[in-house]
């Protein structure tokens, strides 16, 4: 009878329900129909509505915010240590000890055979003018005369690679120097500023300082962040504070209103090539006036890298000083207060005070006995702080942070306990390629002009090994200054693995021993001229190096035939 009636009712509802209309499709889901062919241009897109981006261009969307963003940069730099060791590890890696400097002359230009003498005096005769002025004991290239070219070109880098995002320096000349009077003087790029009362986009003439402290006009035509264009865009002059900003003292005060336009290359030459200023950045888009430093991107990762170190560092201490703690069940005084009355409730927390300040703590036999409150109980602190969420934590937000400049987890934090081999080799790969591109934007805005103006005043002094018919220095400047400029090299992580794999390279040809040197950070001749010279040393010792498949295989023979006793 009841399977009767269940049935009936199963009958009842599918009739009913197709006797209702059927439901519209749209009365259920609302299908996603974007207004535009492409989402990312949709005004209603409901991921992005609200967001109002900028259509400026590069100056307008940086030039406003710039001095606030490098302000908070520093800050993060000179109190994140995360921050601050990726300024030194791109630095170790861009600049090490500075630059070493491989001529390698254009052999059409001088009509010279590459493999002749008079080929290898000339590059020999360009290295050693760089190398006499690069290498001055007293620091007599530097302006100041307070660093040598290794630390103003470290300085240089770091202004780049840093919170400027830009390096600046002033290619000036010492008429009354005994040795080279060509000098470079490092500056702060908060001090290329505009001219007090000049907004920027502004034009007109301007007074620019020559050489020998002799002053011409110029028409600028535009004028922004300091730099002075002409109708064509091309920079023409820089205007430089005498002082920075926001210096201490009188110089603070007047170095807000006093500067002076340096042109883009020197006038009172034989030609117009001699550079005066090197302005290093990298231009992200066209028409970009001043540097972005890469830490704009990660600036949000650092700061909340260091909440949270600051957060966890004082958690973890409360949690150690805290060794243990009484409960109770008469611990919440407003249900004390409704079970005894207000005035006994305080009584007994009066008296529980004054138990623990005359006899919280005895002694049996010598020994500490903590005697607690009746109806207390004394509770250790074993709790523990998870140990794996909160590395997990720091390794995103570190890889996050890292990944602008160029890092990854284990160059920016500097562990690789759990890395591979293979994995920590194409992590340094991955972080060289970067490199490769900071030194090139290093070594074509600042190194190979400075070595240009260098090298020309070489040249005037009869320095270079030139041949005759050969074009000036003046006319044909990049066959002088072409080389290699050799930085910092790549350390082997597998000593064995790499040595190995560079040996099968130069016997495959594919790839010179120079070039190997070069991975290294060395100047080839100069090891090559070790060698020989600590052959020497080893022939009047009465020694001799052996093969060390030889010797292994010998060692391995003695071994054989004389066991160890």
């Known amino acids: 009878m009841s399977n009767a009636i269940a049935r009936q009712r199963v009958r009842k509802r599918r009739a009913d329900a197709s006797a209702r209309p059927a439901p519209k499709a749209d009365s259920l889901m609302v299908n996603r129909r974007p207004s535009r062919a492409h989402a990312a241009g949709d005004p209603f897109d409901t991921q992005f509505a609200g967001s109002f981006n900028s259509h400026g261009s ?9 001095l606030t963003a490098i302000a908070r940069i520093r800050d ?74 290794d630390l103003q070109l470290d300085l240089l880098a770091r202004n780049y690679i840093g919170a400027e995002g830009e390096g600046l320096a002033l290619v000036l000349f010492d008429a009354e120097s005994e040795t080279f009077g060509t000098r470079l003087q490092v500056v702060d790029p908060d001090r290329l500023a505009q001219p007090a009362g000049w907004p920027d986009g502004a034009g007109g003439e301007i007074e620019i300082e020559g050489q020998g402290g002799a002053t011409y006009t110029a028409q600028a035509s535009d004028c922004r962040a300091g730099i002075a264009r002409d109708e064509r865009g091309r920079p023409i002059a820089y205007h430089i504070l005498d002082a920075h900003p926001h210096d201490i003292g009188l110089a603070g005060v007047m170095g807000q209103f006093a500067g002076r336009w340096y042109p883009v290359r020197t006038p009172g030459f034989e030609t117009d090539t001699r550079p005066c200023v090197l302005h290093v950045m990298k231009q992200r888009r066209a028409g970009q006036s ?15 890298f260091r909440d949270m170190g600051e957060a966890e560092r004082r958690a973890r201490i409360i949690n150690a000083l805290v060794v243990a703690q009484y409960t109770s069940a008469m611990s919440d005084p407003e249900a004390l207060a409704e079970i005894l009355g207000t005035e006994n409730a305080d009584g007994v927390l009066a008296n529980r005070v004054q138990y623990y300040e005359e006899y919280g703590v005895g002694t049996v036999a010598g020994s500490r006995v903590i005697q607690p409150y009746p109806g207390d109980k004394l509770e250790w602190n074993s709790e523990t702080r998870s140990a794996n969420e909160w590395v997990d934590a720091m390794s995103f937000l570190a890889l996050q942070a890292g990944m602008p400049l160029g890092l990854g987890y284990s160059m920016a934090t500097r562990d690789f306990s759990r890395t591979t081999f293979s994995s920590a080799r194409t992590e340094i790969n991955d972080a060289f390629r970067a490199i490769k591109r900071e030194r090139s934007v290093i070594r074509l805005h600042a190194v190979r002009p400075l070595r240009l103006a260098v090298l020309q005043e070489a040249y005037d002094r009869g320095e270079l090994a030139v041949p005759p018919g050969a074009p000036s220095i003046w006319d044909a400047p990049a066959a002088y200054i072409a080389g290699q400029d050799i930085g910092p090299g790549r350390e ?11 040996r099968m390279e130069v016997e495959n040809l594919s790839a010179a021993p120079s070039d190997i040197a070069a991975r290294r950070g060395q100047n080839f001749d100069d090891v090559v001229a070790r060698s020989a010279r600590d052959n020497r040393a080893i022939q009047r010792a009465g020694l001799q190096l052996g093969d060390i498949g030889t010797m292994a295989a010998a060692a391995s023979g003695r071994d054989e035939e004389e066991p160890p006793r």
Do not use: C, H, M
């Not at 590069?58 to 710039?66: F, T, V």
């Not at 082997?492 to 560079?502: I, L, N, Q, R, S």
């Open 58 to 66: 590069s100056d307008a969307d940086w030039l406003g915010d710039r």
């Open 76 to 149: 993060v730099i000179r109190n994140e240590p995360l921050a601050a060791s990726g300024v030194e590890q791109k630095l170790s890696l861009l600049v090490g000890e500075g630059w070493q400097f491989q001529s390698a002359p254009d052999a059409d230009v001088f009509d010279l055979d590459p493999a002749s003498e008079e080929y290898e005096a000339l590059a020999r005769s360009i290295e050693k003018a760089w190398r006499r002025w690069a290498s001055d004991p007293l620091a007599r290239n530097d302006w100041e005369e307070r660093l040598p070219w």
């Open 290 to 304: 001043r540097g972005i430093s890469d830490f704009v991107a990660a600036l949000g990762a650092y700061a909340a």
């Open 492 to 502: 082997y992580v597998d000593p064995v693995k790499e040595a190995t794999g560079d």
